[in-house]
């Protein structure tokens, strides 16, 4: 029961942040998830939660999606999600999927990621499947999303939506090849639904606070917060 409030608590938390800044409530839920859900099942739920909060995000502002964008990066997302979910359920990857994970976030959260100035289709049907391909394993990707099309966004209405839109779509692509890989989702039902609403609360909230909050204050501080508990979690699977 607690666990099953954290996680709808959380879910609502990070689809606010997500719908007023773009990113980032997808990794800190993840996270959240990976403290106490085995990881095998937390990237399938959370992958889950994560197409219906962008799904209705889009949604909601769909006018401002750059649709150039976002359909060759899920024609390339889909062939990712195949490669890549998969790999969630071998026992090797699993030993080694909280490292792996903890150091991908890192990875997100502190190195400059560099912006590509010249998206054309293909280079765009490329970045989709190596996208959703990692993001197949890690699931939270928002930020690598967000980092490599940032010079493509005229305002930041633009930025969300779009993103929101890719990130809706490689949750489909994933949700399917998680279900072909034998993933059993009937036991996590009730769960999943507490989150989806929760979720799209904090996402009607979140649109609210759009362009309200100190971006300085609110990256440093979320930065912070992410190290903390990714290396928690790696140091969790070393020990």
């Known amino acids: 029961m607690i666990t099953a409030t954290l996680l709808i608590t959380t879910s609502m938390l990070a689809s606010a942040l997500t719908a007023a800044t773009g990113v980032g409530g997808g990794t800190l839920l993840l996270l959240v998830m990976a403290w106490v859900l085995p990881l095998p099942v937390a990237i399938p739920l959370h992958s889950a939660v994560q197409l219906f909060s962008n799904g209705s995000r889009a949604w909601l502002i769909r006018e401002h999606i750059r649709h150039k964008i976002v359909v060759p990066m899920l024609i390339g997302g889909c062939f990712g999600a195949v490669i890549g979910a998969p790999l969630i359920f071998s026992e090797t990857v699993t030993n080694w999927l909280p490292v792996i994970f903890g150091a991908l976030v890192l990875i997100v959260v502190w190195l400059p990621l560099p912006a590509i100035n010249h998206l054309t289709p293909p280079t765009l049907l490329c970045l989709g499947f190596f996208i959703n391909g990692i993001g197949s394993l890690i699931s939270a990707i928002g930020p690598i999303t967000a980092s490599t099309l940032r010079t493509q966004m005229d305002n930041k209405l633009q930025t969300v939506a779009t993103l929101a839109a890719i ?3 490689f949750g489909v692509a994933r949700v399917f090849t998680y279900t072909a890989n034998d993933f059993l989702w009937g036991q996590w039902l009730a769960l ?3 989150m989806l609403i929760s979720g799209y ?4 909230l979140g649109l609210h606070w759009l362009n309200k909050l100190s971006e300085h204050l609110f ?8 190290t903390g508990m990714a290396l ?8």
């Open 167 to 169: 990130v809706c779509g």
């Open 192 to 194: 999943l639904a507490g």
């Open 201 to 204: 609360v904090g996402t009607r």
């Open 219 to 226: 990256s440093i501080t979320f930065k912070l917060i992410l």
């Open 232 to 239: 928690v979690i790696i140091a969790r699977a070393l020990i």
